[in-house]
Structure formats: C-alpha cells, structure tokens
C-alpha cells in the first residue's frame, strides 16, 4: 500500500470572534486544509493560554457536515427545515435575486420597506459593523437600533459616569473586595474570574448579587440571593448605611461628584428593613455588605449584563454605578467597576460605517427588540424585504411568536446570511452561505479588556462561503454605488477605522504594528479614564444627580420601580438567561455541547414546585399569554420562590413542541435606550 503524504502541520494566531467580553487571542493548529485544535494563545496578556470549552469545539463548528457551503433558494413552504425544501443557487442567480427584489421594493414602496437585522454572531468590525452598514445606508433602508444586548445598562452608566467604560480589568487582581453583581462570570467572563483567583489567592473576598445559585455562586465566597429586578433598591440599601454609619469619602464626593444631597435624601428612605421587603436580602446581609463595601479596599464591581435585560434596568445599572464615587473607590488601583469598556477601544465608526451615505436623515428606524411588531404592524412602507446577518432572531429575539408569524409573511422576502440552516433561515427565501472569522482578515476590539487584535485568515473560504465584507461589497458594485466607497480591500477598511484621531488611547496602533504582533493595548495611562481629567458628563462629576435624566422624564436620582407590571396575575418572574456551553444560540447545533448542557431545564424553588404537585424530572407547561413551552423542573432552593429561571438559547429542536424560550418574553422595551426586558416576563407553570 502506497504511504499518504504526510498533512503539513501549522500553527496559526486568530482571536476568538465571539460576543464575549474575553476576545481571547487563539492559537490554531491546522493540518492540511482542516483546523484540528484551537487553544488559547500563551503570549496574550489576558487570555495567558486559557480558553473555554466552547471554543475549544470551534474545529467541530468550521467543519461541521451540515455547514452551508453554498447559496439556497427556498422551493418548500416556509417554515420548513428540510433540505429538500431548498435548491442550489449559484451566487449570480443568488445575487441577481436580491438586486431585483430591492429594486422592485425600492420602486414600489421606497427603500424603508427594506429591514436589515443583525448582531453580533461575529465581533469583527468590518464584517458586524463595516460593509454591510455602508450598504443599508447607501440604500436609505430603515435603520436597525441594535438594542437586543446592553444598552439600557450602557445608557444608565452613562448617565452617572459619562461614558460606557471602568477600569483595566488587569488591575482587579489587587481588589480586596469583589462584588460580582448580575454577572455569571464563570460561564460569560471566565478570565475575570482567572484574575479575581489571582486576588483571592492575595485576600480578596467574593460575593454573587444574582436571582440564581449558579457555576458563579459555587465558586464565589459568598451568594446573595436577589429578587429578579431588585437590584437599585439593595443598592440604595447599601448607600443608605454606608451614609448613616459615616463610610462614605467626603472628600472624594465633595470633589467628583454632584447631587450628593440629592441622592442621601433618597437612600434614606431605603433602609435595610425596606430593602429585605423589596429584594428578598436580609435587613443584617444588607448591613454586612454595606459595611464591607465601606471599608474594604480596593473594592471593584463587575456589572453584568443580567441586571439590566430587566424593565428597569438602566437605572439599575445607573443606581450601582454610583456606589465606587460614594466611597472613592475610583482612585485606588484595582477599585471602581466594569461595565463594560469599549471607549478604550473604539475605532472611527464614522469612517467606517459612513453614515453620511444616508441620503435622508428622517429615515425610520425599527427597534431590533420589536422585530415582530415591525414585521406584522408597519405600515408606510411595510416590510417587505428582510436581510439578516450575524443573527438568528427566530431564537434570540424576544416574543418569537410575533416574529416567526411575520416571518412568515408569504408577501415578506427574507434573505439569511450564515454558517448553518438556522431556525431563522427556515423562514428565508434565500440563504446564503457565510465564512468563519477563520477565512476572512478583520479586527478585534474587546469590550472588557483593554486589547485590539487583528485576525488574519488561517485557511480559505470553504464551499462557496463569502464573509459578510464581501458579500456587502459585492452587492454594493452591483446595486451601482460608489466604487471608492465599496470597491475597497479589507485591509483599507481597517485602515480606515484606526485612524482615529479622537480617541487618544488608539494613538501607536496601526495596521502594521497589528499584523506584526498581532495585538496591542489601548494606551490608558492612568488606573481609568475618570482620574485622567474631568469626568466627561455633562457637569464634569460623577453625577450622582442627573438633569440629563430629568429632563428625559426619569428619576434625576437613583430610584426603584418593580418589573413585570401590567402582568401581575401570574405568579412567576421568568429568567431566561444564557448557557454556559452555547453562545447565545451559536453552539446550539452542536451535538457535544447539548450533550453537556443536557437540556433546557427550569429551575424553581421547591416550596413552589410543592404547592403545584411538581417534582423534579417532572414536565411542566411554562405559559403566559404570548406562548408556551414545554420544559423539565429542577425543584430545588437555586432561586427565591416566585421565580424561575432557564439557561440557554436553545434552537427549536431543543423543546418538545418546538417553541423556544423566547415564545415568553415580551417586546416591550427597558427604561432607557430601548433596551430588551428578556429577564421580566411574568408566567404560570402548569403540569403537562
Ligand atoms: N457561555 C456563554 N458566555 C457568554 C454568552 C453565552 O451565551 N454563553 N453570551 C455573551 C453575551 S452576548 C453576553 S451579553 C454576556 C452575558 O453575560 P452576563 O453579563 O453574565 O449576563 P447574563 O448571563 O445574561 O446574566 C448574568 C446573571 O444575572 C442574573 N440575573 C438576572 N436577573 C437579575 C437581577 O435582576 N439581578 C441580579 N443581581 N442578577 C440577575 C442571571 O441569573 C445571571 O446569572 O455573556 C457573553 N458570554
Ligand atoms: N431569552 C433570551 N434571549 C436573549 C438573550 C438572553 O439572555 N435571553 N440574550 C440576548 C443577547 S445579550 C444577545 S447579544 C443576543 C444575541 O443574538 P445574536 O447575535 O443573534 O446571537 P447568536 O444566537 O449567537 O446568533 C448569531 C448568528 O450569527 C451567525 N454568524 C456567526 N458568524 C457569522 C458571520 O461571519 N457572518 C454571518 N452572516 N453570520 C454569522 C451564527 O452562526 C449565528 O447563527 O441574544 C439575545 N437574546
Ligand atoms: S467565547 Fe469568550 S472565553 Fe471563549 S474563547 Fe471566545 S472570547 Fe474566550
Ligand atoms: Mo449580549
């Protein structure tokens, strides 16, 4: 028998794509044309070699057997996720589609009948946020408000800080204290949790504010059970004592901050007494935490995400927000807070994004939250052609009952970009093909860390996959528009986006430098923006008094409101968060990863499973009046009774039924930004 030629092996850089704070740089190993391991790149200064599990399987995800490789044509009813109901289509027939169908909308109703939806199912800026927003500007289609993820928290930090950014996470090993507060940091931020390790191994403590005993709270010191929403009136609670017993740092106040009287008058009124009421904390725990808060430092606070998906959400976030400026922990290393910190890191959206293409500056905009009320209730243009990208909105978007009907719109043309028949593009007309971030050169800012990489191709498009670049700038050319403006290389983009004078951080970053080591950090000077200079809000100070909010028709002071109203004749608050082995609903196809996340459950308390005649293992109904799903119970004592929560963005295959969490999460908007509520749908839980 002949002897096969040995595969050439190699060893590449990439950076992980995914919607995750870590933006971890990657080390690939490739064997001929296939990717046979990804691990964490050693030499990165915050990855340090480690990844998560998810990404580990990402060989399993390039070269899965069921990666669309080529461009498909619906031919069945829509709905449905057979093959058969697609044909093969080359990309000219493909393109030639698409091109006549805008016309033809553009002709009959105007470009704002054409909807793009997309979010971040790839993190690289010319392929989430280049091309493709140049093309729906050019074309004057209705604009996309990207409000599915943080903004309502983005928006009420803002509010007391300026701008969405905190410190250098590489600091927080010398924190003392740390509070992770809506945050499941060990599935969604595992390299804040290799640093707070490191401060723990130097005396740190660590608490968890969350609704759920969940992988963060077994590896916390300390679990503080909240009620889902609640999160404003225990910080107020805190601010109440750190007040009265005097824990407060005057001066650091007196200097930073304005509104203080203003926001001591409110805290008064929550003492821990009303707070055990509101959040569910006992008044002694409310005390405890209050006066470690006060004493230890540095004390830091990881915000997370979980807090604000709630109806009130922003000022949740704008409420914990003011907590490091009471006790001035902002100018000690290591304390302060994240929320999140892409300030450090933004690029010249302007340039790449180019808004100014945008003809008329009245154009619509449709809330990305309310997909299925603009697919079913605009009027003048309707929706009538849809372009999805970097999204599966059949899962992830809420109220999936309303959007899988307007999906269904036999009058609606849908177009699906992406790397698998996802339950979105059951519904589309045309699917096409897209590449991994493997095969495409882009660039990679964190929106935690303090690092912007590039990621160059480590092997070449499979099948007929284009990125989303190409595919926008293709497109571009052939609907006729500016060649100097879609003709460009992927490399002039990037160029492009890092000339940014503004930002002074990016100052020594360059396309050469990048390609050459492959990251480099943004150039913060001190421990954080807030001690560099003035405060960038409206006074110059942390403003823990807001005219901005006043004048929007908020609280100017930090404040509580409960969630779930309107909806109070059902006895649960429903939490439906991300896993740990998907990515939101990336992974969700991948049989090794279900096979470890084993299956939707819901977790309940058991004093309520026990009222209901509900054990675990049972099969319960989960409904309200927007939909139902069928799910399996772990009665347990994980959250508070009256609340139930589930992990993970499963795809329709995941539930017996095939409605998916989403059915029960509504579309109404958070308090500031227009946020997604996804955390406070109220639902019944009936026996099945
Ligand atoms: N493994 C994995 N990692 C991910 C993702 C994923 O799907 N899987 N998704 C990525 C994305 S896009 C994002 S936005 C982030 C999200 O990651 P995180 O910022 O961690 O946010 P969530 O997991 O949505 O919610 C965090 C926690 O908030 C809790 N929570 C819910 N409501 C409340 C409340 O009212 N108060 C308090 N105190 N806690 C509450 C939830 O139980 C949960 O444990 O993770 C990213 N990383
Ligand atoms: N119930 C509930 N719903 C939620 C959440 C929750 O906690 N609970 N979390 C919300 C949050 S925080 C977020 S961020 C959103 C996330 O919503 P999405 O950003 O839609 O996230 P994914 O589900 O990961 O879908 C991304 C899709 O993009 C595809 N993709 C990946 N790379 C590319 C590419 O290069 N080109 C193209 N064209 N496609 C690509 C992937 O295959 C995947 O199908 O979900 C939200 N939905
Ligand atoms: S998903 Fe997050 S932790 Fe996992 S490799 Fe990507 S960036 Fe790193
Ligand atoms: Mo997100």
């Known amino acids: 028998m002949a002897e096969s030629p040995r595969e050439e092996v190699r060893f590449a850089r990439s950076v992980c794509p995914l919607d995750c704070p870590d933006t971890c740089a990657l080390k690939v190993k490739i064997e001929g044309e296939r990717i046979v391991s990804v691990d964490g790149h050693p030499d990165h200064p915050v990855t340090r070699g480690s990844i998560c599990n998810k ?305 008329d500056k009245s154009t619509r905009t449709v809330n990305m939250n309310q997909l299925g009320n603009a697919l079913l209730d605009l009027r003048e243009p309707p929706v009538k052609l849809l372009f999805v990208y970097n999204s599966n909105p059949a899962v992830v978007a809420p109220d999936s009952g309303r959007v899988r009907k307007g999906l269904l719109r036999e009058d609606l043309f849908t177009v699906v970009h992406d790397l698998f028949l996802t339950d979105t593009c059951k519904y589309a007309d045309l699917v096409l093909p897209a590449t991994s971030h493997f095969e495409n050169l882009d660039l990679y800012a964190s929106y935690w860390h303090l690092y912007i990489q590039l990621g160059e191709p480590v092997m070449e498009p499979m099948g007929e996959c284009k990125s989303n670049f190409t595919l926008f700038k293709e497109l571009g050319l052939r609907m006729g528009f500016e060649p100097e403006v879609f003709g460009i290389t992927e490399e002039q983009m990037i160029r492009e986006a890092l000339d940014y004078p503004d930002n002074p951080y990016l100052a020594g970053i360059s396309f050469e430098r990048l390609r050459e080591r492959g990251w480099m950090k943004a150039g913060l000077q001190g421990l954080s923006l807030y001690d560099e200079g003035t405060v960038p809000t409206p006074s110059g100070k942390i403003e823990l008094y807001s005219e901005r909010m006043r004048l929007a028709g908020l609280s100017p002071v930090p404040d509580y409101a409960p969630v779930g109203l309107g909806e109070e004749d059902l006895p649960f608050l429903l939490v439906a968060g991300p896993n740990h082995g998907f990515l939101n609903s990336t992974f969700g196809n991948q049989e090794k990863l279900k096979k470890l996340e084993k299956r939707p459950t819901l977790h309940m308390h058991r004093d309520d499973a026990a009222a209901l005649g509900i054990e675990s293992g049972d099969r319960v109904r989960v409904r309200n009046g927007r939909g139902e799903i069928r799910i399996v119970v772990d009665a347990a004592e994980n959250v508070l009774p009256g609340v139930l929560v589930t992990q993970g963005l499963w795809w329709e295959d995941g539930y017996e039924g095939g409605q998916t969490v989403n059915a029960l999460t509504s579309q109404k908007l958070a308090d500031m930004g227009g946020g997604a509520t996804f955390f406070s749908a109220r639902v019944e839980v009936l026996p099945s």
């Open 55 to 359: 990404v580990r399987n990402m060989p399993d995800r390039v070269h899965h057997p069921e990666r669309l490789m080529y461009p498909l044509r619906r031919v069945g009813p829509k709905g449905s996720a057979e093959r058969s109901a697609f044909e093969r289509i080359s990309w000219e027939e493909a393109y030639g589609e698409i091109v006549g169908r805008m016309n033809e909308a553009i002709a009959e109703y105007g470009p704002e009948a054409i909807l793009p939806y997309s979010f971040y199912g790839n993190m690289g800026i010319i392929n989430a946020e280049g091309m493709d927003r140049r093309f729906f500007h050019r074309l004057g289609a209705t604009r996309l408000e990207r409000t599915i993820c943080s903004v309502a928290g983005d928006v009420g930090y803002k509010y007391t800080m300026g701008v969405n950014t905190g410190i250098d996470p590489e600091n927080t090993v010398h924190a003392k204290l740390i509070l992770i507060w809506g945050c499941n940091m060990v599935s969604t931020n595992m390299h804040q949790v290799m640093y707070a390790t490191e401060a723990r191994k130097r005396g740190a403590r660590i608490v968890h504010i969350d609704v759920h005993r969940n992988r963060t709270s077994a590896w916390a010191d300390e679990f503080i059970a909240v009620r889902p929403g609640t999160d404003a009136a225990l910080a107020l609670g805190i601010m109440h004592v750190l007040i009265r017993e005097g824990l407060t740092d005057a001066a650091y106040i007196a200097e930073h901050t304005v509104g203080y009287e203003e926001l001591a008058a409110q805290a008064a009124a929550y003492s821990p007494e009303r707070v055990e009421e509101i959040a569910g904390v006992p008044a002694d725990t409310v005390i405890r935490l209050a006066r470690e808060y006060g004493t230890a430092s540095p004390a830091f606070i990881r915000i997370g995400n979980g807090l604000q998906h709630h109806d009130n959400g922003g000022m949740a976030v704008r409420t914990i927000a003011c907590l490091p400026a009471l006790t001035g922990q902002w100018r000690v290393r290591g304390g302060g807070a994240i929320k999140g910190n892409g300030y450090y890191t933004s690029v010249n959206a302007m340039r790449l994004e180019r808004p100014d293409l945008l003809a």
